[in-house]
């Protein structure tokens, strides 16, 4: 992986890890990544931190249908959850494909430079 899109991702995998909306497993899966970086288990590494990172992003829609749904509710609150879902379909509107939590919007940063990481 070139340097500059190395140094780029590191710096977003930990501001993804310290964001509050960022799931354990992808925590977990970008510190393993993170240990990896510059070892001959970073190419492996970096498969799997891509596939973590691609299960947890969140579609819009999805993000829409759950907290439209009871279990949306019962997690968030009917208050936060009814605000949730009008932003997503509000986002949606404007053209958004994903949820843009803080953990979401990093991990869209980092996939964009998929195709760079895995050369």
């Known amino acids: 992986m070139d340097k500059k899109v190395l140094d780029y991702v590191v710096e977003k995998?930990?501001?993804l890890m310290g964001t509050a909306t960022c799931s354990a497993e992808a925590k977990a899966a970008a510190q393993a990544w993170l240990d990896a970086v510059?070892?001959?288990a970073e190419a492996e590494e970096t498969k799997k931190y891509i596939a973590e990172l691609e299960g947890d992003i969140m579609p819009i829609d999805m993000?829409?249908?759950f907290s439209e749904s009871?279990?949306?509710k019962?997690?968030?609150g009917a208050d936060?959850?009814?605000g949730i879902a009008a932003h997503g379909r509000e986002i949606k509107a404007a053209g958004a494909k994903f949820c843009d939590c803080p953990a979401c919007a990093v991990v869209a940063e980092i996939l964009e430079k998929?195709?760079?990481?895995l050369a």
């Open 38 to 40: 510059g070892t001959a």
């Open 114 to 117: 998929k195709d760079e990481m």
């Open 13 to 15: 995998t930990k501001e």
């Open 80 to 82: 936060t959850a009814s």
């Open 70 to 72: 009871d279990a949306g």
């Open 74 to 76: 019962a997690y968030f």
């Open 63 to 65: 993000l829409i249908d």
